[in-house]
């Protein structure tokens, strides 16, 4: 299992030398005191304001911690289990990681393989690398770094699984750094998801609209659906859900504040999972 990263500014491979990450060119990357590294270049944006900011990452942490999205990735971390078994020490990019619940969850199911955790939000790679850190026992197969899926700092034909739960796509990055038969593996909402928090805010509660994927590169193997009721027992669990939603920015005060009143919430929970493999 030899996987570098590759150089964001010249594309040759990094390697680790001290406390950074250097190419041949001489472009260097730190490694923070949490383990992750930095592969964002300032290039057009700003990468501190990239991505889920500061407030996002802890509400999305406090709402997963609670649990209640395990089995989701208990699924997509067995599923990924499966279809490797064949492989001796398998590569696995979660692509879009956000604040690192699932990428741990993967890496603790997947023992034999290496999981890469890559997000545009430094603040939610920070977490990612806490969350690995503190883990018990300590996770060794796990790397994260500050990166876009659309520009994944990985050679071509690395990986074994890509997975991209609720987070953006990328048909060519993703189609690149597969293997061919590699598996994408996409995550996203069922209609009914969340619902029964949509009732309480919204007089006309709409269901979510399908995802729709134009991914060319790749076949539709499968299809799963996993569904479920979710039961949340006091305010401060229903305001740690509410906050890490994108309802979170758009509803009216009114309705937040007839939030604020529940003590529980029942709700479903509904996910797609689609597994597709490499053209
Ligand atoms: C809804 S969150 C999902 C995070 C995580 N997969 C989860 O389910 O908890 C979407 C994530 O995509 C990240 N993101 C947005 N644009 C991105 C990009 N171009 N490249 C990589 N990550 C991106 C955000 O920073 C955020 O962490
Ligand atoms: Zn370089």
């Given at each position: 299992m030899n996987v570098n990263y590759l150089c964001p500014v010249c594309g040759q491979k990094l390697k680790i030398s001290e406390h950074s990450y250097k190419c041949r060119d001489g472009h260097s990357f730190d490694i923070s005191k949490k383990g992750y590294v930095n592969l964002l270049t300032t290039k057009g944006r700003n990468p501190v304001k990239s991505g889920d900011n500061k407030e996002m990452i802890r509400a999305r942490s406090a709402f997963l911690d609670l649990g209640l999205y395990k089995p989701l990735a208990q699924k997509i971390g067995q599923l990924s289990n499966s279809l490797t078994r064949e492989i001796k020490e398998p590569v696995i990019i979660d692509s879009g990681?956000?604040?690192?619940y699932y990428s741990c969850i993967y890496s603790e199911l997947n023992e034999r393989a290496l999981i890469f955790g890559i997000d545009i939000s430094k603040h939610g790679i920070d977490h990612a690398a806490s969350r690995a850190r503190s883990h018990t026992p300590p996770l060794q197969n796990i790397r994260f770094a500050a990166a876009s899926a659309f520009s994944l700092p990985f050679r071509e034909g690395c990986a074994d699984i890509v997975i991209s739960c609720f987070a953006p796509v990328s048909n060519d990055e993703y189609a690149r750094v597969l293997k061919k038969g590699g598996y994408l593996i996409i995550a996203s909402p069922t209609a009914r998801h969340l619902f029964g928090l949509k009732s309480v805010l919204y007089d006309k509660p709409y269901e979510n609209e399908p995802n729709v994927y134009s991914l060319n590169k790749f076949s539709l193997e499968d299809t799963l659906t996993l569904e479920y009721e979710g039961e949340l027992n006091s305010n401060v669990e229903i305001m740690a859900l509410f906050t890490m939603t994108p309802y979170y920015y758009k509803t009216p005060a009114e309705a937040v504040d007839r939030l604020k009143t529940y003590d529980s919430l029942k709700t479903e929970i509904g996910f797609e999972i689609r597994i597709y493999k490499k053209l």
């Open positions: 990681c956000g604040e690192g």
